[in-house]
């Protein structure tokens, strides 16, 4: 019986050590601030930027909500992310995505300041990333080696698969598993929707990192014993409850926990942590733009 990884926890923990960095950038008249833009009518979306706002309430980080129709053109969305770029109180600025389709996705990435890119995704900070020399680590992914490293997983010479090749889970995953560093040092390989013996590859992993967006699809009989087991997929799917859905991870829970040493809960395990990451990376902005020396773990 693998023991459950509690995101929840372990979130917890980051908010409680990012608050004497708050209170140091405070102390200098600086209060983080963290711009979250929506523009979408997809209820999902809504959610993701309503929890944000009410973490940064929470811990103390200044939230500044900006809301565009979603059918605007796309050129007010352009001159919101150059307004925040300008606005010194705005540490952070997180474009909700996905964005309509009339708007140019990577044209939105790039003109965020790479300085207040909070979720890691301009291209400088991904280029950064990968050589080893990374301004802010994608929330996700930072989020699970924070979970890794709560719980002492070994990644150094570990086996690691990585389910998924999105720019802002798998492959950021992956190279922060390569690096060498620590809780990197691992020997990665990144499946992928066209990987050809997805089982093969499973049942060599000591840790498996699932995020493929495929309910419960990875099952107990697929892992090899003791493997940890960290599951990032968040799908909703029809369910006779009030809502009319239920949340389910990637990896089918019940067989998974039964072979594995160690698993995320969905919801609970990844998700709060992606939060907490974006709070500190906040924090970390607010630093970096500032010049005030925090000590931030
Ligand atoms: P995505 O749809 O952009 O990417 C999915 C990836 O999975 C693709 O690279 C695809 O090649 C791969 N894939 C699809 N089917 C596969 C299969 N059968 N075998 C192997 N690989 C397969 O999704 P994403 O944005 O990376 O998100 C993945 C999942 O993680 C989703 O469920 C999403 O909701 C969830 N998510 C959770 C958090 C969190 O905080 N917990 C954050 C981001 C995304």
Redesign the pocket.
Known sequence: MADIIDGKAVAADVRESLSDSITTLKDAGVTPGLATVLMSDDPASETYVSMKQRDCEEVGVDGIHVELDADAPAQELYDTVDELNADEEVHGILVQMPVPDHVDTRRVLRAIDPAKDVDGFHPENVGRLVAGNARFKP??PH?VQKLLEAYDIETEGAEAVV????????KPMANLLIQKAPIGNATTTV?????QD?EGHLSRADIVIA????PA?ITGDMLKEGATVVD????RVDAENEKGYELV??VAYESAKEVAGAITP?PG???P???AMLLYNTVQAASQQTGIEIDLA
Do not use: E, P
């Open positions: 929330c996700t989020g389910v998924g090749r999105s720019d802002i889970v798998g499946c992928h929707s066209r990987t997805l995020a493929a967006g495929r699809f990032v997929g968040i799908n991870g990637d969905v395990g990844v998700g942590m992606t939060r």
